[in-house]
């Protein structure tokens, strides 16, 4: 059987006298020790690497954590990822359109994507960041069919699992796993939803901004030479922070000459997370 997903492991507590940054320590170890607004995907998981042959005989890989996939066995994992077809999409392509009918479920294999919805004046108000591991189009599992809640677009050239609704329902019927690891997903969006409105009342501008940072760092960093790289823009920071772009810009310059982190064009390289904690 294949290895399970592990369970997830709780953070210090920065401010707690037993939790003290050491410099000598990475900027990934540090950053590990500072608490994230919600749960980290990846926190505590271990990697799927798994490999599976579709109809095609193309070797079909996946490596990085997925909760949709979680507590699968071997078996079961061939059948499923088999069903799927993989898509490559340019950057800046739509994956799915808001209101219209469910018609895939999708798992980003590679690159980035963004969720977000339409204002009357055309505006987009985003409401997620899409990472490598997620999977989204959920409502494609119901038997009522449920427009899509929104639209998925890459902001990177993207590689795509695709399954076709009548082939996962059938899976998620046969395996019930997917249904509740589907549900566990829902509730995780849910909950950080929750909190950016909690944030929105309780916490500053800087401490919002901060938080969000962290947490797509844990989430979605890259260790690099710099420190930790996350691809992230200044709109996107400030859709996620409830911030104007130019607070951001502000926020992140006053951080980049504490040391905290380094900011280049599309790109956040977090090097003393520790730094972003304190008064704004």
């Known amino acids: 059987m294949a290895e399970r997903y592990g369970a997830q492991k709780s953070l210090p507590d920065p401010s707690s ?120 189009a959920l409502g494609t599992l119901l038997a009522r069919h449920v427009p899509y809640i929104g639209t998925a677009e890459t902001t990177r050239d993207s590689e795509l699992l695709v399954w076709e609704q009548a082939r996962i329902r059938r899976l998620a019927q046969k395996y019930p796993r997917l249904a509740q690891n589907a549900l566990g997903i829902v509730l995780r969006y849910l909950a950080g939803h929750f909190d950016r409105l909690f944030d929105l009342v309780a916490c500053t501008a800087s401490e919002r901004l901060a938080r969000v940072v962290l947490h797509l760092g844990k989430e979605t960093g890259i260790v690099v030479p710099a420190g930790v790289e996350i691809a992230v823009t200044n709109e996107e920071l400030a859709a996620q922070a409830n911030v104007s772009a130019f607070t951001v810009s502000r926020f992140l310059n006053r951080w980049a000459r504490t040391g905290a982190l380094v900011k280049s064009r599309g790109k956040v390289f977090i090097h003393s997370p520790e730094k972003l904690i304190g008064p704004g």
Request: net charge positive.
């Open 17 to 136: 006298p037993s939790c003290c940054f050491n410099t000598q320590e990475s900027p990934q170890e540090r950053l590990q020790k500072v608490p994230a607004p919600t749960k980290c995907r990846g926190q505590g998981i271990k990697l799927l690497i798994y490999t599976a042959v579709d109809k095609s005989h193309k070797r079909l890989t996946l490596s990085q954590p997925t909760e949709f996939l979680a507590g699968t066995g071997r078996d079961q994992l061939s059948e499923i990822l088999g069903a799927a077809e993989i898509r490559k999409i340019s950057a800046g392509q739509i994956i799915l359109r808001e209101g219209t009918p469910p018609a895939h479920l999708f798992l980003l294999k590679s690159g980035r994507a963004k969720f977000y919805r339409l204002t009357r004046s055309g505006g987009e108000v985003l409401l997620s960041l899409l990472a490598p591991g997620d999977a989204f």
